[in-house]
Each structure stands twice: as C-alpha cells, then as structure tokens.
C-alpha cells in the first residue's frame, strides 16, 4: 500500500518560513516523481514544485521560484519543501502527490493524473 503523509505546516507571519515534508511509503523515489501542490478556498490545484525519480531534475512554478526548495531525503524516504519569504498568497492546503519517473503532469498543471496523494496540510501566512 502506497502512504503520503505531509507534515510541518502551520502559522507563519509574513516573511517567515516554514518546511514542508512528505513521508512516503511503499514507493521507491528511484521510480517516483513527487509534486507539491496547493490549493486556496474557491481556487484550483496548483503546482508549486516538483522533484524527479533519483532527484535527477527539479520544476518550480513562478510563484516559488527563488522561494522555495524542492529536496529529497532517500535515507528517510522523504521530500521536503523549503519554503521561504511566505506570503500572504502562499496561504492553501499543501498536498503532495506522486507521478511516475518525471514531472510530465505537473509540468502540464494535469494534477488529476497523479497516481498518488497525501491527506494534505494547512499552511497559514498572517499578515
């Protein structure tokens, strides 16, 4: 059976950080690219970052470019998302998901393809 657990969100002020993991199990991220994605109340899922199988490559939205970091922990099965300078528009649900080998759907924003996903996190940027 294939878990995603996210963990690490919470309450930041404007300008703080925080660090988001994914605790995978019964998956290999030698075969699995994992995504992070968000979604706000009334809005669409939206890719934020992505990290390929054996962290070959990584994609970023515009929004979390020179923000955030996408990087694997293969010892701890885990993927973390470094997220820093959080604003306001950062606030959503957090949820990581799982494609097979690259990023093709993030990269296509066709989230609805992904294989597997966490039960998702709230991350909450105060102003």
């Known amino acids: 059976e294939v878990r995603l657990v996210e963990s690490g969100g919470g309450l930041v002020q404007v300008g703080g950080s925080l660090r988001l993991a994914c605790v995978a199990s019964?998956?290999?991220?030698?075969?699995?690219?994992i995504g992070w994605f968000r979604q706000a109340p009334g809005k669409e899922r939206e890719g934020v970052a992505c990290i390929s199988a054996r962290g070959a490559s990584t994609d970023y939205a515009d929004s979390a470019k020179g923000r955030f970091t996408i990087s694997t922990d293969n010892a701890n099965n885990t993927v973390y998302l470094q997220m820093n300078r959080l604003k306001p528009e950062d606030t959503a649900i957090y949820y990581c998901?799982?494609?097979?080998?690259?990023?093709?759907?993030?990269?296509?924003?066709?989230?609805?393809?992904?294989?597997?996903w966490g039960q998702g996190i709230q991350v909450t940027v105060s102003s």
């Open positions: 998901g799982a494609e097979a080998e690259v990023c093709i759907y993030f990269n296509s924003n066709h989230y609805q393809h992904y294989d597997y």
């Open positions: 019964g998956l290999s991220f030698r075969d699995w690219a």
